[in-house]
């Protein structure tokens, strides 16, 4: 049986947050339920049950679901930031990867930070570097959400790329100063280079050169992250940098970023470009041990796992190479 006194308080705290109060205006209560201030307070402490009746008059009052806030002891409820980003409208995509910049830039000073990445697809702190795959990026997130209709080389004149570039680069400058691990599978490269082959396929680069150059720039990021992994820190700054190798499907691409007094916050990709920003320590916590588990299970190729490291690395190369030896042969339809 359900405990009464729990519920009511429930009630009383979402009550709480619909009136912006740190202390529940027992005036107020005993206005809404026409009784005494003595009756409100004695209800509020859990001293008297609520009728039927009341709990109905509250809950209309204050535009309270019961249904939810019985589903409150059941599941975990909590808010997040989720900023739409259009890039058709550059100032939206400026604005987005701003936030973005700004989030990361806080970790910077604080020497006790660090941020956690499962790389279900190429995480966003290696595409940056990289202009036209950053765009190619873009470009399909624009095709899909929005139905562009123009080819990859219509787009790249048409997006203003100066700004870009500026927080592009900032945000891998200060990616490089905060220590990091991340989690790969042996399909991460994999949904990129796919869109580059649907794309030529398809006929949507009218530069016959820019699908190679888009592949030699994910040949790149495999040489910098290989570089980074066997020293075991990244950048100038020799900042420590951990890779592990999952056999287990990673689900989707987390950025689970901590601080010394714990979890700050946990960044959930959507889609290509889009993300949550989940503030919730309860959802954070668990994240947090989601991934600990995965680093468990997983294989690390940092430090002395040279064997293991170089068969992980050729192996993405290969894919790289025979996608390009594909477009170079012209085996299209």
């Not at 997006?159 to 790969?184: C, F, K, M, V």
């Not at 170089?310 to 993405?316: D, E, G």
Request: proline share 2%; hydrophobic share 40%; glycine share 4%.
């Amino acid at each position: 049986m359900e405990n009464n006194f729990e519920i009511q308080q429930l009630l009383f705290e979402e009550i709480r947050k619909n009136i912006s109060s740190q202390h529940l205006q027992v005036d107020l209560i005993a206005d809404v339920l026409e009784i005494t201030r003595d009756s409100a307070y004695r209800r509020i402490r859990g001293e008297k049950p609520l009728t039927i009746k009341e709990v109905c008059t509250l809950c209309k009052h204050f535009r309270i679901s019961f249904d939810e806030l019985m589903g409150n002891r059941i599941f975990h409820k909590f808010d997040c930031v989720y900023q739409p980003v259009n890039v058709s409208m550059p100032e939206e995509y400026h604005r987005y990867m701003h936030t973005l910049l700004d989030r990361i830039r806080l970790l910077k000073n604080d020497s006790d930070s660090s941020i956690y990445t499962s790389a279900l697809d190429i995480p966003i702190f290696h595409l940056i570097a990289r202009k036209e795959l950053m765009i190619f990026k873009l470009y399909t997130w624009i095709q899909c959400i929005h139905k562009y209709k123009g080819t990859m080389n219509d787009f790249m004149k048409e997006i203003d790329t100066s700004q870009l570039a500026d927080a592009h680069i900032r945000l891998g400058n200060i990616y490089e100063q905060i220590p990091s691990a991340e989690i790969w599978t042996g399909n991460t490269i994999m949904s990129t280079l796919t869109l580059i082959d649907y794309n030529v396929e398809t006929g949507n680069f009218s530069d016959k050169g820019l699908p190679l150059q888009l592949c030699e720039q994910v040949m790149s990021i495999l040489n910098k992250l290989q570089e980074w992994t066997e020293k075991g820190e990244k950048g100038e700054y020799a900042t420590p940098f951990k890779f592990y190798l999952s056999e287990m499907d990673l689900g989707n691409t987390y950025i689970l970023i901590k601080r010394a007094t714990g979890v700050s916050n946990c960044i959930v990709k959507l889609f290509t470009i889009n993300n949550l920003n989940v503030l919730d320590k309860t959802f954070c916590n668990e994240v947090e041990s989601w991934l600990n588990k995965l680093f468990e299970r997983a294989s690390m190729l940092s430090g002395n796992m040279e064997k293991e490291r170089l068969k992980f690395f050729n192996a993405q190369r290969y894919k790289v190479r025979s996608l390009m030896e594909k477009i170079q042969a012209g085996s299209y339809r």
